[in-house]
């Protein structure tokens, strides 16, 4: 199973592209890349997902090199609510427990 | 907006109880996923349900957990008997397709502390 390793913490500042990188060194063939988004007192939310190159939605884009091993959540102009924290997954459909959250990255947007 | 609805949204009972959580998941979502989050463990995946069989329960404690599908709207988490590590926030998600890494709806949870 691919260990993903992100910074525990993050600050930026309103209308600023935010960056958050994930390692996933050990990602296997069949494994896509989820990332997901966290306020206090809620679930998670899903965000994006990939497997390849770059993906992009009406909230965020995915950036996927070609070797996959890193991918990089990429948050245009944040605002203060998007002070959260932002989990990165990497596995496949058949993961079972196996495809675990991990810590996360608290991202905190300063005014 | 579709969304995933849990009840109760805090519980709070003693030692030895028993304690049912409920989910309805977004209508026509066939997989169904609970999850336990603290601060020390972070999120962990108990069991999930594909068409109202289980699929993986692993990471559920056998011994006082248990979780069902009743029908397509419902499902449910029971701890008998419920201890004090037991505290924790339960969530329950859901999804479309049949995989564990498909988009998942996350229910604003049940937030359980047991005395």
């Known amino acids: 199973l691919a260990k993903t390793t992100q910074p525990i913490s993050m600050d930026s500042y309103e209308g600023q592209e935010v960056n958050i990188t994930c390692s996933h060194n050990n990602i296997a063939t069949n494994d896509y890349i989820t990332w997901y988004q966290q306020f206090p007192s809620q679930g998670p939310r899903f965000i994006i997902q990939g497997y390849k190159t770059k993906v992009t939605n009406e909230v965020a884009s995915l950036f996927i090199p070609a070797d996959r091993k890193s991918s990089t959540l990429s948050l245009p102009r944040v605002s203060l609510s998007d002070t959260a924290v932002y989990y990165c997954l990497v596995g496949a459909y058949n993961a079972g427990n196996m495809l675990t959250f991990g810590g996360g990255t608290r991202l905190m947007v300063k005014p | 907006d579709a969304r995933v609805t849990q009840t109760p949204r805090h519980k709070v009972t003693e030692m030895g109880q028993e304690v049912t959580m409920r989910c309805q998941p977004i209508l026509g979502h066939n997989t169904v996923f609970w999850y336990r989050q603290t601060m020390m463990q972070g999120l962990e995946l108990l069991a999930y349900f594909r068409n109202r069989a289980p699929l993986d329960d692993s990471g559920m404690p056998k011994d006082r957990f248990s979780a069902e599908m009743p029908d397509a709207t419902l499902a449910t988490l029971k701890i008998q008997p419920s201890e004090p590590r037991d505290s924790a926030v339960y969530f329950c998600?859901?999804?479309?397709?049949?995989?564990?890494?498909?988009?998942?709806?996350f229910g604003d949870g049940t937030r359980l502390s047991i005395l």
């Open positions: 998600a859901s999804g479309l397709g049949p995989g564990i890494n498909q988009p998942q709806h």
